[in-house]
Each structure stands twice: as C-alpha cells, then as structure tokens.
C-alpha cells in the first residue's frame, strides 16, 4: 500500500506561481509513475502531469505545457508541480497520483492506482 501526502495549495494571483509537492510512503519499486491531475468546479477530472522513477520521462497536458514543470525526488519518493504564469483557468483541486506501471506515461486515470486527498489551488484575476 502506498500512502501519498500532498501540499503546496493556496491563493495566488494571475501570472504567480506555486508549487506543489506528493510525497510517496509505504512499498514502492524502483519503476512507477507519479502525476498530477486536477478538478474543476462542474467538470471532471483533468490529466495534468505525469514523470516516471524508472526513466526521464515526462508528459504533460497541452494547456500547462510551457507553463508547469513536474519533477522528481528519487531519494525522497516525492514528485513537485512546479505552476508557472497560473491563469485563472488553472483554478482546481489538485490530485497527485500513483501507478505501478511507468511506461509508457498515460494520462488515463484508470492507469493510476494510489490518489492524494487533493490540494486546492485557486487563481485570482
């Protein structure tokens, strides 16, 4: 079983920046995958980010690219989201995530088998 701790949510205003960190507890292996997603007020959940342990890998949804940076701390079993330029769009509940199988990198949340209990991140115009 793994247990995932997030944190890093809060209030930002347009073009500000936070960053987001999971830490990973528990059993884990050398190969699996950690992401983000995220969950709107009225809409579902959304593939943000997804970095794999075994690889340099990283797959990102096309609206953050450019703008957010997941990276990783092996040593530490954590994974950061690094939210860059937030628009007000970025506004959700944060989820981090946890897969066994690290490759090739999903966005399907059905690939993902441990979730945090989600941060909120709201952007102010």
């Known amino acids: 079983q793994v247990q995932l701790v997030e944190s890093g949510g809060g209030l930002v205003q347009a073009g500000g920046s936070l960053r987001l960190s999971c830490a990973a507890s528990g059993r884990t292996f050398s190969s699996f995958v950690m992401g983000w997603f995220r969950q709107a007020p009225g809409k579902d959940r959304e593939f943000v980010a997804a970095i794999s342990w075994s690889r340099t890998r990283t797959y990102y949804e096309d609206s953050v690219k450019g703008r957010f940076t997941i990276s990783r701390d092996n040593a530490k079993n954590t994974v950061y989201l690094q939210m860059n330029s937030l628009k007000p769009e970025d506004t959700a509940v944060y989820y981090c995530?946890?897969?066994?199988?690290?490759?090739?990198?999903?966005?399907?949340?059905?690939?993902?088998?441990?979730w945090g209990q989600g941060t909120q991140v709201t952007v102010s115009s």
């Open positions: 995530a946890f897969g066994w199988r690290d490759l090739p990198l999903s966005g399907n949340a059905d690939e993902y088998t441990y």
